[in-house]
């Protein structure tokens, strides 16, 4: 079956950095965009960023400039390369693949941002 495996997430200071991954197994990766998504207590899930089968990225406006979406396709990975780290940054980060009929999601990474 399909698996999403997120890794990466932890505590980081204001101002740090993060890499996640995700590694898919189970499907065809190549085939299919990706895109991670966070959650906050008490908000709603936001996409973040998203990344095409072709490899064209996109950004919601409050991580433009910071936030680098990539995807391995050789590996079956998607990174999140975050960079400038802020305390809204903190939430709980999903790994996503949009399939035809189905999205297939990971089990979530913790990401906290405090000094």
């Known amino acids: 079956q399909v698996q999403l495996v997120e890794s990466g997430g932890g505590l980081v200071q204001p101002g740090g950095s993060l890499r996640l991954s995700c590694a898919a197994s189970?499907?065809?990766?190549?085939?299919?965009?990706m895109a991670w998504y966070r959650q906050a207590p008490g908000k709603m899930r936001e996409r973040v960023a998203f990344?095409?089968?072709?490899?064209?990225?996109n950004y919601v406006d409050s991580v433009k400039g910071r936030f680098t979406i990539s995807r391995d396709n050789a590996k079956d990975t998607v990174d999140l390369q975050m960079n400038s780290l802020k305390p809204e940054d903190t939430a709980v980060y999903y790994c996503?693949?949009?399939?035809?009929?189905?999205?297939?999601w990971g089990q979530g990474t913790q990401v906290t941002v405090s000094s």
């Open positions: 990344i095409s089968s072709r490899g064209s990225t």
């Open positions: 189970g499907i065809t990766f190549s085939i299919y965009a």
């Open positions: 996503n693949m949009m399939v035809p009929g189905r999205n297939y």
